[in-house]
């Protein structure tokens, strides 16, 4: 299973929304989908599991959707503090955690 | 709360070996599937191995299967990664990972291996 993501990379403005895509080379279960964050300089941070399940103390400006091979990471209200790279990653027993390349988003 | 650090990068030269450790608190590290994770610099995440509840479960990347080793110690709640017959392809920051369910949901900070002569 490859995850491709796109764009590569989006400049937008405060108060924007952002659409991330996630497309899987083959139909996957939601349940194995996650989302991650990393800022300049600091580890990834997990956003949404099982593909739209924010994870603890994640604003509400950020949510998943999706299924089958096709998955969005949406940001609604980009603030500053959003400027980072997003990676999804599924989980595949039998190979490990398989990451997408990565947005970067740019405010 | 839970907290993971790494230790143990540096600089070593190529067919040299290293090992990393990852110290937990704030949780059992035996009750837990724990990931490494790295990061070449400027570059995306790649996943590395995976050690199991059942520690007889342990997975790795194609990359570095044969040459890297995961490995957990219940009295120090610490998990380790040694390299062995390290290539400058290996640089990178390395992240250990706890995993819940099919994700992980915290990460260590990273620790900088960089392999040069």
């Known amino acids: 299973i490859v995850l491709t993501q796109s764009p590569g990379t989006m400049s937008l403005s405060p108060g924007e929304r952002a659409a991330l895509s996630c497309r899987a080379s083959q139909r996957v279960s939601g349940a194995a989908l996650a989302w991650y964050q990393q800022r300049p300089g600091q580890a990834p941070r997990l956003l949404i599991s099982?593909?739209?399940n924010r994870a603890t103390d994640i604003p509400d400006r950020f949510s998943g959707s999706g299924s089958g091979a096709d998955f969005t990471l949406t940001i609604g209200g980009l603030e500053s503090e959003d400027s980072a790279v997003y990676y999804c990653?599924?989980?595949?027993?039998?190979?490990?955690?398989?990451f997408g390349g990565g947005t970067r988003v740019e405010i | 709360q839970v907290e993971l650090v790494e230790s143990g990068g540096g600089v070593v030269q190529p067919g040299r070996s290293l090992r990393l450790s990852c110290t937990a608190s704030g949780f059992n590290l035996s009750f837990y599937g724990m990931h490494w994770v790295r990061q070449a610099p400027g570059k995306g995440l790649e996943w590395v191995a995976v050690i199991g509840v059942d520690e007889s479960h342990k997975n790795y990347g194609d990359s570095v299967k044969g040459r890297f080793t995961v490995s957990r110690d219940k009295p120090s709640n610490t998990l380790f990664l040694q390299l062995n017959s390290l290539t400058v392809e290996d640089t990178a920051t390395y992240y250990c990972?706890?995993?819940?369910?099919?994700?992980?949901?915290?990460w260590g900070q990273g620790a900088l291996v960089t392999v040069s002569s």
């Open positions: 990653q599924y989980y595949d027993m039998s190979v490990g955690l398989i």
């Open positions: 990972a706890r995993e819940k369910g099919l994700f992980v949901d915290y």
């Open positions: 099982m593909a739209s």
